[in-house]
């Protein structure tokens, strides 16, 4: 990544909070990837080469669009999920658990062919490794965001991630553009072709989220802080930035304002799995509730520290109640 005129990165503390209040129920469309998640867990990951037996295997629905679909759900939110499903027992199984969990599914697409899956492996410590076949997610076109437009045009945010086909996720933030729709977009999975992305889809992001990991492959190295330096610096930049720290919370960038760093609770991690997109479907419920950048993100800070705790993505993930 290039620009020009550097930008400080002073950084102000803020700890955690209550998330302010947006009135009634917020309007957020999640468009993005569904999968099915078959999960091994293991003593540790196994090494180039190297064979581990690990226990038994677990299916759980999962996928970044519908973590965050369901993680917002869980919270409160009126929220729909727009993606593919396979006509395969994974793809009925995904259906039935979005709606069992309040998310909205008129946007949804049964097409031919596998549904998307996800091989994840965690070990002792929590940590994971994660595989994805994308199966129907990669059959989700551009042509087919067309029939988006009422949903973009009535959301007050739309959520996006990089699971599904890019040019299918740019057209979806150029038609929220149109619409004067806000745009979360989670740079996640890093996907060489999204470095170079757009003048017109980086400035609509409002706020681009990205991890440590993401931070630094998309800004060249450095650790978190160098990475964002590096993201304020570009000409055409996005118009917020949220840098997640995993448990050191997140970093919080608004145009040229000082940096804020939202502190996250300390708690006993058993399962990292899904915890990334916790925080971003809290967050953009935040956001489309009507909270600002840094409100939301004190509460997203809770809710993916709450979603370690448990075992699994979906399953681990809190009501407003079970916030630390």
């Known amino acids: ?77 009126d929220v729909a999920l727009a993606g593919r499903v396979g006509d395969d027992d994974h793809g009925r199984m995904l259906l039935a658990t979005l709606r069992r969990e309040g998310v909205r599914t008129d946007a949804m697409r049964t097409v031919p062919g596998a549904s998307g899956v996800a091989l994840i492996t965690v070990d002792d410590v929590g940590e994971n490794t994660i595989t994805v076949a994308p199966g129907a997610n990669g059959r989700f076109g551009p042509a087919d965001v067309a029939d988006l437009a009422p949903a973009i045009e009535a959301a007050a945010v739309v959520s996006l991630q990089l699971e599904i086909p890019l040019d299918t996720v740019w057209e979806v933030v150029r038609r929220c553009h149109a619409a004067d729709t806000r745009v979360v977009l989670n740079l996640s999975p890093v996907v060489p072709k999204a470095v170079s992305m757009s003048t017109s889809v980086l400035r609509a992001c409002d706020p681009l989220v990205l991890n440590e990991h993401e931070a630094s492959a998309t800004a060249g190295g450095g650790d978190a802080h160098e990475a964002l330096k590096g993201w304020r610096s570009l000409d055409a930049r996005p118009r917020s930035i949220v840098l997640t720290l995993g448990s050191g919370g997140a970093l919080v960038a608004e145009g040229d304002a000082e940096v804020v760093h939202v502190t996250a609770p300390k708690v006993a991690a058993v399962d990292t799995t899904g915890a990334g997109d916790a925080f971003t479907g809290a967050l953009a419920w935040r956001l489309a509730a009507g909270d600002d950048p840094v409100t939301a993100t004190r509460y997203a800070v809770r809710v993916g520290a709450a979603a370690v705790r448990r075992a699994g993505a979906q399953s681990s993930y809190p009501t407003a109640d079970e916030l630390p």
Request: aromatic share 0%; net charge positive.
């Open 1 to 77: 990544m290039s620009g020009t005129g550097g930008h400080g990165i002073g950084v102000r503390e803020a700890g955690g909070g209550e998330a302010g209040s947006g009135g009634s129920r917020a309007r957020l469309l999640v468009v993005g990837s569904i999968n099915a998640d078959l999960v091994v867990r293991v003593p540790v990951h196994p090494r180039p080469g190297e064979t581990v037996l690990g226990g038994d295997l677990a299916v759980h629905p999962g996928g970044k669009g519908a973590n965050q679909a369901v993680a917002a759900a869980r919270l409160g939110a």
